[in-house]
């Protein structure tokens, strides 16, 4: 997930810091509330099984990650629907991938604004002192279960019960593996997916250490051709490094890591068959009350290549 060098520091300072200031006024830590046994174990761990030989999908929709720039996806699925347009195929990496997946599942649009709407930052940050002192930080700042329960309430049971094939891209830490996740618990698979290194504890899964796909494949149009997908229609709302603002030494540093993402994205994009990229440009942090603007870019920029998108589906 991507924002500028220089709010996406400020952005993360302020998460943390609203969070623990919110533990410490009630006096103690939020109790950490997990996922029941019985919903972690309903399918199996998250996954990759290769489609069988010859396996064809005629078209993929592939979409970014983006942090809240992943709202302009919504946009994007409004003119999907309105058009009667639909994929037989979804890949999505980190904001993508929580989009992607709702949409698969057979929720429309629609449904997932609404439940977009619920999103807060106690929800995306369990932030806990307490657990911090008594347990330490791991592998990640906050543990992610309010996320992962978060999914749970609108993805029920395993991927492969979805109306559309899906697959939800994440990196394998120790080994710098691109791990598309097509079968298994779908809500660990995008949590894995979403699980931004450092800040969000990753997910173990079938012997492997999970974490953000945007560290690998932050576009993964590589993922849906290796799924059998004969045309991509690519969704991109990655943070460019020509909007960046570089104004001291933190800065320079988050640039070329923004940078070095970026060579990543022209290198999948130069795969796809079509590229959409929604005009996101702000100067201010991107959090969750810019959501509303930001799908409206979504939706203009799939309605300005509305004829584009009619041909593409009929040709493919």
Same mark, same amino acid.
């Given at each position: ?14 998460? %943390? #810091? ?26 199996? =761990? ?21 942090? #809240? ?13 309105? =058009? ?60 992610? +279960? ?8 609108? %993805?029920?049971?395993?991927? =492969? ?16 593996? +691109? ?7 779908? #809500? ?26 945007? +560290? ?85 920029? #799939?309605?300005?290549?509305?004829? =584009? ?8």
């Amino acid at each position: 997930m991507t924002e500028p060098p220089d709010t996406r520091r400020r952005s993360m300072l302020t998460w %943390l #810091a609203a969070a623990t200031a919110a533990q410490m006024v009630g006096a103690c830590a939020v109790p950490e509330r997990r996922v029941s046994a019985d919903a972690a174990s309903s399918s199996a =761990e998250p996954g990759w099984v290769a489609p069988p030989d010859g396996a064809r999908h005629r078209v993929a929709l592939v979409l970014s990650g983006g942090a #809240a720039r992943g709202f302009a996806h919504l946009g994007v699925l409004r003119v999907l629907e309105r =058009e009667g347009l639909r994929p037989d195929l979804v890949v999505g990496t980190s904001a993508g991938a929580i989009v992607g997946a709702m949409w698969a599942s057979g929720m429309p649009a629609a449904e997932i604004e609404r439940a977009a709407a619920q999103l807060d930052w106690t929800t995306l940050f369990d932030f806990d002192p307490v657990r911090m002192v008594l347990g330490g930080l791991g592998l990640g700042l906050v543990p992610g +279960v309010r996320l992962e329960q978060f999914l749970r309430q609108h %993805l029920h049971g395993p991927i =492969e019960h979805f109306r559309l094939p899906f697959a939800a891209v994440a990196a394998d830490m120790e080994s710098g593996d +691109v791990v598309p996740l097509n079968s298994g618990d779908a #809500a660990s698979a995008v949590r894995a997916s979403c699980a931004i290194p450092g800040i969000y504890a990753p997910v173990r899964a079938r012997g492997r250490l999970l974490a953000d796909g945007q +560290v690998v494949s932050p576009l993964p149009v590589l993922t849906a051709r290796r799924l059998g997908a004969v045309r991509v229609l690519a969704v991109d709302v990655v943070y460019p490094p020509q909007h960046s603002e570089m104004s001291n030494p933190v800065s320079m540093l988050f640039q070329s890591l923004i940078i070095s993402e970026w060579r990543q994205v022209l290198a999948e994009r130069a795969i796809a068959d079509l590229v959409i990229a929604p005009q996101i440009r702000t100067s201010s942090q991107l959090g969750l009350s810019s959501r509303d603007w930001v799908i409206e870019a979504g939706e203009t920029a #799939a309605s300005s290549r509305v004829d =584009e998108l009619r041909s593409f589906f009929v040709e493919a």
